[in-house]
């Protein structure tokens, strides 16, 4: 996946034309590999695939099955949930729902908080998940770095055992 990802990024396709290529790659390796046996849990891979172009406030997304992101503004964070997500890359033959990017305002000064499951899936000692929507607006001001710093702290301070789950956590910050 990162693979292909990385030799089209400079390609500059449309969304939906990126998405069809990391599904056709997934599936391809997840059926190619002649005769290798596979775990069938390592066959797909959860995403959401942006586009932030440089001249218009707005960032698309397709959602392949992952945690929504979050807009961080100001005055509050909102989580960017597509409508109709597509099913997680290599999985997407079992739908026939084509790839179809939802534009976000996403203005100066916004930042947008992407984040896998394992940041989100954290629990307390009580069982709770980790409420990052609610936690990342005491600090709304924060610089990326520090936002990410912040929040990383917060997770460890509010996980009932060591971390167990695989996380990664990125913060993009829209300037002039």
Request: hydrophobic share 45%.
């Amino acid at each position: 996946m990162l693979g292909t990802f990385r030799a089209l990024a400079h390609c500059q396709l449309p969304l939906p034309e990126l998405v069809a290529h990391l599904e056709g790659a997934v599936r391809w390796d997840s059926t190619g590999n002649a005769g290798l046996e596979l775990d069938v849990g390592e066959t797909f891979v959860t995403a959401v695939i942006a586009d932030i172009p440089d001249d218009e406030s707005a960032v698309h997304l397709i959602s392949c099955g992952h945690p929504p992101p979050l807009l961080l503004r100001r005055t509050g964070a909102t989580l960017l949930t597509v409508p109709e997500p597509a099913p997680p890359v290599g999985l997407g033959a079992l739908s026939a729902v084509p790839y179809v990017p939802v534009t976000f305002p996403f203005a100066q000064g916004d930042r947008l908080v992407l984040y896998t499951d394992g940041v989100s899936e954290t629990r307390d000692r009580d069982g709770a998940f980790y409420p990052l929507a609610e936690r990342v607006t005491a600090w709304s001001d924060e610089a990326p770095a520090d936002l990410v710093r912040r929040i990383t702290d917060d997770l460890a301070a509010y996980a009932a055992t060591p971390f167990n789950d695989d996380m990664a956590l990125v913060v993009v910050q829209r300037d002039g």
